[in-house]
């Protein structure tokens, strides 16, 4: 498959079969094959490209198909070294808590009285079913936004309007503007729960005190389904999975 990680200078793909059953077509669309080519020029030209080409499409890895329950969905990814790794708004443990995770955290202990981590990776909320899915999937170097309108934002939504119509009663976290854009996707057959964005900038303007998480599980719950853990384990074991084949 020609896929945009390719492009990226690195061809060890991850993408879970459910997911690759799904939006695969899409990416050998003309406008993915115009991504592909655009990022392969951008490595060309020097470009550090994040996340590295087998982490892009992490979240769809992480996250099967048919074991979403959540969905959160971020803008691009960190933009640091070191920092992306397939996962919106997650870090590898060791490297410092992004501020807007660092919100986000607050609020889960406002709301639930979890304490934060001692990391910032949330690959166990990942396997627990909550799909951390960017609406862009690649980043430049110290340049935000940079890939913005280059054609993830197509992929995104066919990963949005696969999950609207095989899945139903799905719960929808959509934080700021731009990831309230993909709510015109959904037809109404799940929670969706909106609020600003979890940006230092933002938080104060109506983040903090959303109860998104209670309200996410309470909705599970009416639903039948188990609500999510939003607890985290400490770094090592976190490290651990991240280790593990």
Same mark, same amino acid.
């Given at each position: @498959?020609?896929?945009?990680?390719?492009?990226?200078?690195?061809?060890?793909?991850?993408? #879970?079969?459910?997911? /690759? +059953?799904?939006?695969?077509?899409?990416?050998?669309?003309? /406008? @993915?094959?115009?991504?592909?080519?655009?990022?392969?020029?951008?490595?060309?030209?020097?470009?550090?490209?994040?996340?590295?080409?087998?982490?892009?499409?992490?979240?769809?890895?992480?996250?099967? =198909?048919?074991?979403?329950?959540?969905?959160?969905?971020?803008?691009?990814?960190? !933009?640091?070294?070191?920092? +992306?790794?397939?996962?919106? =708004?997650?870090?590898?443990?060791?490297?410092?808590?992004?501020?807007?995770?660092?919100?986000?955290?607050?609020?889960?202990?406002?709301?639930?009285?979890?304490?934060?981590?001692? !990391?910032?990776?949330?690959?166990?909320? *990942?396997?627990?079913?909550?799909?951390?899915?960017?609406?862009?999937?690649?980043?430049?170097?110290?340049?935000?936004?940079? #890939?913005?309108? /280059?054609?993830?934002?197509?992929?995104?939504? *066919?990963?949005?309007?696969?999950?609207?119509?095989?899945?139903?009663?799905?719960? =929808? @976290?959509?934080?700021?503007?731009?990831?309230?854009?993909?709510? /015109?996707?959904?037809?109404?057959? #799940?929670?969706?729960?909106?609020?600003? !964005?979890?940006?230092?900038?933002?938080?104060?303007?109506? =983040?903090?005190?959303?109860?998104?998480?209670?309200?996410?599980?309470?909705?599970?719950?009416? *639903?039948?389904?188990?609500?999510?853990?939003?607890?985290?384990?400490?770094?090592?074991?976190?490290?651990? @999975?991240?280790?593990?084949?």
């Amino acid at each position: @498959m020609n896929t945009p990680p390719e492009a990226a200078g690195d061809d060890r793909v991850r993408l #879970h079969p459910s997911w /690759k +059953a799904r939006v695969g077509e899409h990416l050998l669309q003309p /406008k @993915m094959r115009e991504l592909a080519d655009f990022l392969r020029a951008r490595k060309a030209a020097g470009a550090r490209i994040y996340p590295p080409g087998p982490r892009i499409f992490a979240a769809l890895d992480a996250t099967p =198909f048919d074991e979403v329950k959540v969905v959160i969905l971020g803008q691009d990814p960190y !933009h640091g070294p070191g920092q +992306a790794h397939g996962l919106c =708004f997650s870090v590898a443990p060791g490297l410092p808590v992004p501020p807007s995770l660092q919100n986000i955290y607050k609020e889960i202990q406002a709301d639930l009285g979890i304490p934060p981590p001692d !990391h910032g990776c949330l690959l166990p909320w *990942a396997r627990r079913g909550v799909l951390l899915l960017n609406a862009v999937l690649t980043v430049e170097d110290g340049q935000p936004g940079a #890939h913005q309108g /280059k054609g993830w934002e197509g992929f995104t939504d *066919a990963v949005v309007e696969a999950l609207d119509r095989e899945r139903e009663g799905l719960v =929808f @976290m959509l934080w700021g503007s731009y990831a309230q854009a993909k709510g /015109k996707l959904l037809r109404g057959r #799940h929670c969706v729960l909106r609020a600003p !964005h979890p940006s230092p900038l933002s938080a104060h303007r109506g =983040f903090f005190g959303c109860g998104h998480f209670g309200k996410a599980n309470r909705w599970l719950a009416g *639903a039948g389904l188990a609500p999510v853990d939003w607890s985290l384990p400490g770094r090592a074991e976190v490290e651990a @999975m991240l280790a593990a084949p």
